[in-house]
């Protein structure tokens, strides 16, 4: 059974780097055909894709986003990391990553719990 742990700071002062780490169990980050994500819903709002790793290393982000974004991975940890830069209050969101798999027909079939990041001074 694949899980996922999101972990991070909950809080973020304005204008600073927002980083959380999902810590991935019981699959390898670098498994073929399988791409990892980072989601938020802002309150009050829909999901918003921020962008992904896939399981060779490269990147994508949203365009709305990829400004600010960088996402890494540690393959020795099993780890994959969000850095959103020069955050503001709408950044505010529960922040969840979650797995997206061509044996399940590129559906995101495993996410983490989600974890609250709120921006404020």
């Known amino acids: 059974q694949v899980q996922l742990q999101e972990s991070g700071p909950g809080l973020v002062k304005p204008s600073q780097t927002l980083s959380l780490t999902c810590t991935v169990s019981?699959?390898?980050?670098?498994?073929?055909?399988?791409?990892w994500n980072w989601i938020r819903q802002p309150p009050g709002k829909g999901m918003e894709w921020i962008g992904s790793i896939t399981y060779s290393g490269s990147t994508y982000y949203s365009p709305s986003l990829k400004s600010r974004t960088s996402i890494s991975r540690d393959t020795s940890e099993n780890q994959f990391t969000l850095q959103l830069s020069s955050v503001t209050p709408e950044d505010t969101a529960v922040y969840y990553c979650?797995?997206?798999?061509?044996?399940?027909?590129?559906?995101?079939?495993?996410w983490g719990q989600g974890t609250q990041v709120t921006v404020s001074s």
């Open positions: 019981g699959g390898s980050i670098t498994t073929n055909y399988i791409w």
């Open positions: 979650a797995r997206i798999s061509s044996s399940s027909n590129n559906a995101y079939d495993y």
